[in-house]
């Protein structure tokens, strides 16, 4: 699968991050290939007609819509090409979280690396226009590199992320409250790291030298969900994934995930789902989503 690399010198701009109007991405947008990017992305569709398939859900894509998109997400576009009109904010983590001097800040944004909500919002149009000014005064310090342009650029992006953040959580009941600690981040970030190796909680409290109860408490507290549960999503994922973007047999993912036979592997797929990783497999190829 093909994976779209963030090129600074090509996007003409020092940092990596950037704003780019759909104008000089819509080929790339309009293609019908799956395929996936080292970066985050947040689009921002004035006008749109189409549909998105991301994390083994298809979303429909509408006027005033926003999706949210982090690195290695594998997505396929299906857009219209008459009346499309879009604009997409694009930064690789590790220079966000540098940017804020914050190493889990792409983690406390509810929108990334998200497995239980979907990945867009739609939001009033003067709310979108709103934002989008924001992005072309973005645009605009990182062409015109004045001295105090970085800091323009760090409080308009802060400003819109948090923003952004804010009408999620709004829209799916979800608490933005600070958390006390970082252990619910850190658990996040570890398992995007380790997951197909290590899929037991006990490895992930050691690493962060708290108690199985401790991560439960504050992952449950900041996510909604335990951190029994969202390590079983996310292992779910990873199987999900290799079952329809790959060309391993059953075996072959179950020794990758470290699995002690397919047969555990493919009860714990029934269970997790309701459903056998054959009839998966089907539905997805059907355009059946669930």
């Given at each position: 699968?093909k ?16 704003v780019?109007h759909g104008d000089?991405?819509?080929e790339?947008?309009?293609?019908r290939?799956s395929?996936?990017t ?6 921002l ?7 998105l ?9 509408s ?22 009109d ?9 220079f966000l ?30 709310e ?12 605009a ?9 970085i ?5 308009l992006?802060?400003?819109?992320l ?36 290590k899929?037991?909680?006990d ?24 951190a ?12 999900k994934n ?21 047969g ?20 997805y190829q ?5």
């Open positions: 699968m994976t779209v690399k963030f090129h600074k010198s090509e996007c003409g701009v020092e940092m990596l991050l950037n780019l000089v991405l819509s790339r947008y309009l293609e290939d395929y996936n080292d970066f985050f992305e947040i689009l569709f004035k006008t749109a007609k189409g549909s398939i991301l994390n083994q859900q298809k979303i429909n894509i006027d005033n819509t926003i999706v949210f998109i982090s690195p290695f997400q594998k997505r396929q576009w299906t857009l219209e090409k008459e009346g499309l879009f604009t997409v904010l694009v930064f690789q983590e590790n979280n540098d940017f804020f001097s914050d190493k889990f800040f792409t983690y406390r944004l509810l929108y990334f690396y998200q497995l239980n909500y979907r990945l867009n919002i739609t939001i009033e149009s003067d979108l226009q709103k934002a989008l000014d924001q992005l072309m005064e973005i645009k310090e990182l062409v015109s590199g004045r001295k105090d342009s800091h323009i650029i760090r409080s992006t802060y400003y819109l948090l923003k952004f953040n804010r009408v999620y959580a709004e829209k799916n009941n979800l608490s933005i409250e600070r958390a006390e600690n970082n252990y619910a981040y850190q658990f996040k970030q570890l398992l995007e790291i380790n997951i197909r190796d899929q037991r909680i490895y992930y409290a050691d690493v962060l030298n708290v108690s199985r109860i401790t991560i439960n408490t504050c992952v449950k507290k900041q996510l909604n969900v335990t029994t549960e969202l390590l079983k999503q996310r292992l779910m994922f990873e199987i290799d079952l329809i973007h790959s060309a391993k047999t059953i075996a072959e993912i179950a020794y990758d995930l470290h699995f002690s036979e397919p555990h592997m493919m009860r714990f797929f029934k269970t997790q789902t309701g459903i056998t990783s054959s009839t998966f497999i089907s539905d059907k355009g059946i989503f669930s």
